[in-house]
């Protein structure tokens, strides 16, 4: 197996007794991220012929992408991306980034109103904004003195390092402002994935649930796969307690590292072993024709894990609860156990994201950028990939303005499921609360358009 990346050094042979302009190493980018594209991207029969690559870095490599901008075609690339900086770029795939810890969603204020309010969702322990004291359910109705508004709401929320969160509440059926404020400041945070995991018992069911946030072995730079070990920990509990019924959380996960989803479902899937099939990739014409005359088209099936930890033998399904968040690995997981279980969503249409990528950078380091190019597209064992526009719930929800806390009986999605599970109808479900608002996204849909399902770079062979 031999990495897919072409390291072109960016100064030429001859001795360089000025430094080189910035048209000049615009134009070293470019020729770096043309070279590579054409070896690795998925699409790379829809690469231009001829792009202009007088463009800035970023513009150019986006300028190649198959139907970028064409929003009828649900299978163009919506998902490959570019940065200036590649360890930025390698930090925030390992949930590793500048945050307060907040994801949260925007709704309109009011019907036809251009004013907007921010729900948190939930808060990452440990975080700046749990220190300040937020929590899920909170509603923001400024940042830093200034109303949010359908203008503002996308800089104000993610721009500032000091953040002061002017806090709102449902009074009477609206939303009012308080004089509550509450100060967090952006720093440098490793997230832990896995939020939440609890055992309920009701009747002869023991009910498993997971709370897992983001696709990620261990934290960035970490050599040991903490964050999975802690995966195997929450099954063995599972499996030790009699788990006979599975609720997996993905409404807040935009994907990561396709290894964590293998591992994952192979502590799931019934009737599973090591010889089984979770995914197969398909790669750009050009690299499948290598792959079939070297005769290495089992490097292409990615097959479960034989796991001490599974309790896939005691379940008869899976409950797996969606946003229109939940993507790429999420998504895997969901079709990746269609074949070996039924797979039963509850909440919203999934992202659509049937494809992943590699990181690319210049190992020679005089080239800054990364990117994240798609390069593959994934397949059950059934040979399934029809997921482009998303997975459509088999029952439909959403979450209200006014939310229990994840893990409550009661919470929405999870009451859901546990009527479902039991046969209760909807004894356990407490009223929506809140007055319905418009929604106009969350940054979780943020995160799924900027993650993806992604495999070491050494996953590609070119022979």
């Given at each position: 197996m031999t990495g897919c990346t072409k390291d072109p050094s960016i100064t030429p042979d001859a001795?360089?007794?000025s430094t080189p302009s910035k048209t000049d190493q615009s134009q070293s980018v470019n020729?770096?991220?043309?070279?590579?594209?054409?070896?690795v991207y998925y699409w790379a029969?829809?690469?231009?012929?001829?792009?202009?690559?007088?463009?800035?870095?970023?513009?150019?490599?986006?300028?190649?992408?198959?139907?970028?901008?064409?929003?009828?075609?649900?299978?163009?690339?919506?998902?490959?991306?570019?940065?200036?900086?590649?360890?930025?770029?390698?930090?925030?795939?390992?949930?590793?980034?500048?945050?307060?810890?907040?994801e949260v969603k925007y709704y309109l204020r009011a019907q036809g109103s251009t004013d907007v309010i921010m729900q948190v969702l939930y808060v990452l322990p440990g975080s700046p904004a749990a220190q300040a004291g937020l929590k899920r359910g909170d509603i923001i109705t400024s940042v830093n003195g200034q109303k949010l508004t359908t203008s503002n709401y996308a800089s104000l929320a993610t721009t500032p390092t000091t953040f002061r969160y002017g806090l709102g509440e449902v009074e009477n059926g609206k939303i009012v402002d308080t004089q509550l404020v509450k100060t967090a400041i952006a720093a440098v945070f490793q997230q832990n994935p896995v939020l939440l995991d609890s055992v309920y018992t009701i009747g002869s069911k023991k009910i498993g649930y997971l709370v897992y946030n983001q696709f990620i072995p261990g934290p960035n730079g970490s050599k040991t796969p903490i964050y999975d070990q802690k995966l195997e920990q929450i099954?063995?509990?599972?499996?030790?307690?009699?788990?006979?019924?599975?609720?997996?959380?993905?409404?807040?996960?935009?994907?990561?590292?396709?290894?964590?989803?293998?591992?994952?479902?192979?502590?799931?899937?019934?009737?599973?072993?090591?010889?089984?099939?979770?995914?197969?990739?398909?790669?750009?014409?050009?690299?499948?024709?290598?792959i079939k005359r070297a005769g290495q088209t089992g490097e292409l099936v990615t097959h479960f894990e034989s796991k001490p930890q599974n309790i896939g033998n005691n379940l008869s399904r899976v409950y797996v609860l969606t946003s229109g968040g939940t993507a790429s690995a999420s998504e895997l997981i969901i079709n990746g156990l269609k074949p070996f279980m039924p797979v039963i969503t509850i909440g919203e249409t999934t992202y659509g994201k049937n494809v992943g990528s590699i990181t690319i950078e210049d190992e020679t380091g005089k080239i800054k950028w990364g990117m994240q190019p798609i390069v593959f597209k994934s397949f059950n064992a059934l040979n399934q990939s029809d997921y482009s526009t998303g997975f459509v719930p088999t029952i439909e929800k959403s979450e209200p303005l006014q939310v229990k806390s994840l893990g409550d009986l009661e919470e929405t999605y999870l009451a859901t499921a546990v009527a479902q599970i039991t046969g209760s109808g909807t004894a356990r479900l407490s009223a929506e609360r809140g007055p319905k608002l418009p929604t106009i996204g969350s940054s979780v849909q943020r995160r799924a358009g900027g993650s993806n399902m992604f495999i070491e770079r050494s996953k590609i062979t070119l022979y």
């Amino acid at each position: 197996m031999t990495g897919c990346t072409k390291d072109p050094s960016i100064t030429p042979d001859a001795p360089v007794t000025s430094t080189p302009s910035k048209t000049d190493q615009s134009q070293s980018v470019n020729n770096w991220i043309l070279e590579n594209m054409r070896d690795v991207y998925y699409w790379a029969d829809q690469i231009p012929a001829n792009p202009d690559t007088t463009l800035a870095p970023a513009p150019f490599f986006y300028s190649l992408l198959y139907d970028y901008n064409k929003e009828a075609n649900p299978e163009r690339d919506r998902f490959s991306w570019i940065q200036e900086n590649v360890d930025e770029l390698k930090s925030s795939l390992s949930g590793e980034e500048k945050t307060t810890g907040l994801e949260v969603k925007y709704y309109l204020r009011a019907q036809g109103s251009t004013d907007v309010i921010m729900q948190v969702l939930y808060v990452l322990p440990g975080s700046p904004a749990a220190q300040a004291g937020l929590k899920r359910g909170d509603i923001i109705t400024s940042v830093n003195g200034q109303k949010l508004t359908t203008s503002n709401y996308a800089s104000l929320a993610t721009t500032p390092t000091t953040f002061r969160y002017g806090l709102g509440e449902v009074e009477n059926g609206k939303i009012v402002d308080t004089q509550l404020v509450k100060t967090a400041i952006a720093a440098v945070f490793q997230q832990n994935p896995v939020l939440l995991d609890s055992v309920y018992t009701i009747g002869s069911k023991k009910i498993g649930y997971l709370v897992y946030n983001q696709f990620i072995p261990g934290p960035n730079g970490s050599k040991t796969p903490i964050y999975d070990q802690k995966l195997e920990q929450i099954f063995s509990k599972f499996k030790a307690q009699g788990v006979n019924e599975l609720v997996l959380d993905l409404r807040y996960n935009p994907g990561g590292y396709v290894s964590s989803s293998v591992k994952l479902a192979s502590m799931i899937g019934k009737g599973i072993d090591n010889t089984k099939t979770y995914y197969r990739m398909e790669y750009n014409k050009n690299i499948m024709d290598e792959i079939k005359r070297a005769g290495q088209t089992g490097e292409l099936v990615t097959h479960f894990e034989s796991k001490p930890q599974n309790i896939g033998n005691n379940l008869s399904r899976v409950y797996v609860l969606t946003s229109g968040g939940t993507a790429s690995a999420s998504e895997l997981i969901i079709n990746g156990l269609k074949p070996f279980m039924p797979v039963i969503t509850i909440g919203e249409t999934t992202y659509g994201k049937n494809v992943g990528s590699i990181t690319i950078e210049d190992e020679t380091g005089k080239i800054k950028w990364g990117m994240q190019p798609i390069v593959f597209k994934s397949f059950n064992a059934l040979n399934q990939s029809d997921y482009s526009t998303g997975f459509v719930p088999t029952i439909e929800k959403s979450e209200p303005l006014q939310v229990k806390s994840l893990g409550d009986l009661e919470e929405t999605y999870l009451a859901t499921a546990v009527a479902q599970i039991t046969g209760s109808g909807t004894a356990r479900l407490s009223a929506e609360r809140g007055p319905k608002l418009p929604t106009i996204g969350s940054s979780v849909q943020r995160r799924a358009g900027g993650s993806n399902m992604f495999i070491e770079r050494s996953k590609i062979t070119l022979y």
